[in-house]
């Protein structure tokens, strides 16, 4: 299985600045259909998982601009460009390039 | 718009069997994979199965595999995860979710405890 670990685990952060999390997956995400299928969710207190990124850098759906996703093969990186209270909640990267999906554990994000 | 719904959660005993649904409506679950995700109580995500867009392929976890059967009705556009011999360790929130994760249900709890 691949595993997924995420830095930091828990960010506290200033309204109004960026916040960075990092993503490791013990093995290439890079698919032999040449996709890198990594994502990242939110999940705000109490409520389901909500996408925010997938295939590394791509928006979902109604997604603010100032969240952004990069890296490749096995690093990858969420950013928060100017953070805002409504994102408090835990960021999870996932990778769905092979079974089992896995998850990383997890980094929690609140307001200092 | 699309929407998730699960229901089927409880209270159960250990070693029972429970089913829970999940009904689609904006898709059509005959076009896509569908997974069920859940979440123990303060915990992080564990996937737990998927079955593919035409129902020909099942995916499990291994800690559910031999236990848990993922199913779909495409006449009820509604996705099943028929859970047999239950234990503690599967008390966990239960999400339906469609293939890209872009869309989830809001969950449904199952609690195992005797």
């Known amino acids: 299985d691949i595993v997924m670990t995420q830095t930091p685990l828990s960010s506290p952060v200033t309204l109004g600045q960026p916040a960075s999390i990092s993503c490791r997956s013990s093995?290439?995400?890079?698919?032999?259909?040449?996709?890198?299928?990594l994502s990242w969710l939110q999940q705000r207190p109490g409520q389901p998982p909500r996408l925010l990124i997938y295939?590394?850098?791509n928006r979902f759906s109604g997604v603010p601009d100032r969240f952004s996703g990069s890296g490749a093969g096995t690093d990858f990186t969420l950013k928060i460009s100017r953070v805002e209270a409504e994102d408090v909640g835990v960021y999870y990267c996932?990778?769905?390039?092979?079974?089992?999906?896995?998850f990383g554990p997890g980094t929690k994000v609140d307001i200092k | 718009q699309v929407q998730l719904v699960e229901s089927g959660g409880g209270v159960v005993q250990p070693g029972t069997s429970l089913t829970l649904s999940c009904a689609a409506s904006?898709?059509?679950?005959?076009?896509?994979?569908m997974h069920w995700v859940r979440q123990a109580p303060g915990k992080g995500l564990e996937w737990v199965a998927v079955?593919?867009?035409?129902?020909?392929?099942?995916y499990y976890a291994d800690s559910v595999k031999g236990r848990f059967t993922i199913s779909r009705d495409t006449s009820k556009n509604t996705l099943y995860l028929q859970m047999n011999s239950l234990r503690a360790e599967d008390t966990a929130v239960y999400y339906c979710?469609?293939?890209?994760?872009?869309?989830w249900g809001q969950g449904t709890l199952v609690t195992v405890s005797s």
């Open positions: 979710a469609e293939n890209s994760y872009g869309y």
């Open positions: 904006g898709i059509t679950l005959s076009n896509y994979a």
């Open positions: 079955i593919s867009y035409d129902g020909s392929r099942r």
């Open positions: 093995q290439s995400l890079v698919h032999s259909d040449g996709n890198t299928y």
């Open positions: 295939k590394i850098s």
């Open positions: 996932m990778q769905a390039t092979q079974f089992p999906r896995t």
